[in-house]
């Protein structure tokens, strides 16, 4: 098992920016890929980010590119997401998650066995 837990969320003015953090406990060395996800009031949750554990190679929503960063620090065992640039648009609730059997860059969440609780970004206009 492996357990996640957000931290970093927060009210912004647009603009501005936010780091988000995501520690990691339990059985870390057996994921492959860990992401953050997320789900703004009355819509779907969508990806943001992934980022592989072994190479540490990344892949990010077209809606995001370009303003944010994902990166892990292994020896930490803690996932951040660096968001610059912040729009309104990008408020919703943010998930970290870790993938146990998918290697590569999985951008499903059904691909994603663990899930963190959640942290709120909200970005005012």
């Known amino acids: 098992q492996v357990q996640l837990v957000e931290s970093g969320g927060g009210l912004v003015q647009a603009g501005g920016s936010l780091r988000l953090s995501c520690a990691a406990s339990?059985?870390?060395?057996?994921?492959?890929?860990m992401g953050w996800f997320r789900q703004a009031p009355g819509k779907e949750r969508e990806f943001v980010a992934t980022i592989n554990r072994i190479d540490r190679s990344t892949y990010y929503a077209d809606s995001v590119k370009g303003r944010f960063t994902i990166f892990r620090d292994n020896a930490k065992s803690t996932l951040y997401l660096q968001m610059n640039s912040l729009k309104p648009e990008d408020t919703a609730v943010y998930y970290c998650a870790a993938s146990g059997g998918v290697s590569g860059l999985p951008t499903w969440d059904i691909e994603y066995d663990y899930w963190g609780q959640g942290t709120q970004v909200t970005v005012s206009s």
């Open positions: 339990g059985r870390t060395s057996s994921t492959y890929a």
